[in-house]
């Protein structure tokens, strides 16, 4: 058994039914930190209770997903078939027999019946609710069914659902740790459904169970949640177990207010990294979603945000997800990144754009000219391209300004005294091409902006002279010719 002396375990459950998104992956991370922070024990599970949505598809895809992310689970999935860890299996469907045991239990104590009603009589039900304005729940009609007619309604081919008995005066309370105590009227509940027609179990209960049997400590989850969890407490009770202590994260809402939707970008974690993100960027913006530290800082390496997470900084008001903060943070960590890293990380995007192997400058060297600008690492090849491919003139570099008056012959004396330049390096290019500009009685600009267009076929870029040497003698020179021969 991993006991720790905090006896902290956290866990995530997601329901592998699509990708991980954001809220998953800000709900991922605060049980991560959380468990890391008390030496504790992070669990993931799975909740493929919904046997027709959930598929092994997106199992891979949520476990890609937080491995890229680094929050490390103790207990859990291996991959979409086997896990490992002292509770398992972490699989709901393959734990059917605990969730049977414990609702042979409430039935035989009367605390769960079945329930015969058909989908076409729950519709109507909730029609007439909705007609009459009340919030639509069971009338729990079946509750006072004899063992009797329960046959005869099987015999008929009916067959039931177990609910469970909600008591119908008074409150549940919900202690928070965010929130505080929350107030639920029972006479606002209803019998929940425990275990399907189908003889599977419900989400609820399951996960009461499991929480139950995992020794969870710490629920903590998104407040979409907040509404089972009366439910939940009034299973524990039933069952006679004591409950772990809850914490509900606040929303988070996309920039226009609204909930945040893919119509305000990428919302899948894996989308991030196919965009370039970096997974610790990703991960320190993620924490700020609903946590903060009373000193408002921004930036925490991974230790700082283990050291200084805490329940007691998390807010219950929405939080708002930025992606122009995200986009500056992933950038503030780019910068951060030692360049050979960088290039490491970036490869995938390299490749894609076909400079991985390309012949030219060394990859170090040319993408550490831009290290200050680049958001995401997918914005490196555009900025580097230059390098490694035959040059192309934009609009603005040839017309605006290398069919200017004089300039060919400006770029024909540059070819010639370069060609001749050594060391080809930095400072002594600068002062070489400075005198030039003297010599010629030229303006900076009418020299430094010719040279750059007929070099990069771009009118912005790296700082120019230590970019000619990043490019090299031979790449400069020849550039330059190749540019007088297309002026004609
Ligand atoms: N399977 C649930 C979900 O994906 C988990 C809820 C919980 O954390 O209790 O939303």
């Not at 729940?137 to 046959?151: A, F, I, K, M, N």
């Not at 275990?195 to 989400?203: D, Q, V, W």
């Not at 550490?368 to 040059?391: H, N, S, T």
Request: aromatic share 8%; net charge neutral; charged share 30%.
């Amino acid at each position: 058994m991993t006991e720790t002396a905090s006896g902290i375990r956290t866990r995530f459950a997601p329901s592998p039914t699509g990708f991980l998104h954001i809220g998953g992956a800000r709900t991922t991370l605060f049980n991560w930190l959380f468990a890391r922070r008390h030496k504790g024990v992070f669990v993931l599970r799975i909740e493929d209770t919904d046997e027709a949505r959930s598929t092994a598809e997106s199992v891979d895809a949520i476990l890609e997903s937080i491995r890229w992310l680094g929050c490390d689970w103790d207990e859990g999935p291996l991959d979409a078939e086997s896990d490992r860890g002292p509770f398992s299996p972490y699989y709901q469907m393959k734990r059917l027999e605990h969730y049977d045991k414990y609702l042979r239990q409430l039935l035989e104590e009367g605390k769960a019946y079945r329930c015969y009603c058909s989908k076409e009589e729950l519709d109507a039900m909730r029609r007439l609710a909705q007609l009459e304005k009340r919030p639509p729940r069971y009338d729990g009609r079946c509750r006072l069914l004899t063992e009797r007619q329960g046959r005869d309604l099987e015999a008929s081919g009916r067959k039931p659902s177990l609910r469970f008995r909600m008591p119908e005066e008074g409150a549940t309370l919900v202690p928070d740790l965010i929130r505080g105590e929350v107030s639920f009227e029972n006479r606002l509940q209803q019998d929940f459904v425990i275990r399907k027609t189908t003889g599977g179990p419900t989400y609820n209960f399951a996960c009461v169970v499991d929480d139950h049997l995992m020794r969870i400590s710490h629920v903590i989850r998104g407040d979409e949640h907040l509404p089972n969890t009366p439910s939940q407490l009034q299973l524990y009770r039933a069952l006679g177990w004591q409950p772990p202590l809850f914490a509900h994260l606040s929303m988070i809402m996309g920039p226009d207010g609204g909930k945040l939707s893919k119509r305000h970008g990428a919302t899948s974690v894996l989308e991030y990294k196919q965009q370039g993100f970096l997974p610790q960027a990703l991960r320190n913006y993620l924490a700020l979603l609903g946590w903060s530290t009373t000193d408002s800082q921004q930036l925490f390496s991974p230790e700082e945000l283990i050291e200084r997470f805490d329940l007691a900084g998390c807010q219950k008001n929405p939080a708002t997800f930025d992606p122009v903060k995200l986009a500056w943070m992933n950038g503030e960590y780019i910068r951060k990144t030692p360049v050979p890293e960088l290039v490491r990380q970036a490869e995938p995007f390299l490749k894609t754009a076909g400079l991985a192997s390309a012949e030219g400058p060394a990859l170090e060297r040319t993408v550490a000219l831009e290290q200050e600008k680049y958001k995401r690492l997918a914005d490196i090849p555009g900025l580097i391209e230059f390098f490694y491919k035959p040059v192309e003139y934009t609009p603005k570099a040839m017309d605006k300004v290398l069919r200017t008056t004089g300039t060919k012959e400006t770029l024909g004396g540059l070819a010639e005294r370069l060609s001749r330049l050594s060391p080809f390096e930095e400072k002594a290019l600068e002062s070489e091409i400075r005198g030039f500009c003297a010599e010629r009685g030229l303006k900076a600009g009418q020299v430094f902006h010719p040279l750059r267009a007929a070099v990069t076929g771009r009118t912005e870029g790296p700082t120019l002279f230590l970019m000619l040497e990043v490019m090299g003698r031979e790449m400069v020179v020849s550039r330059l010719r190749k540019t007088i021969d297309a002026l004609g």
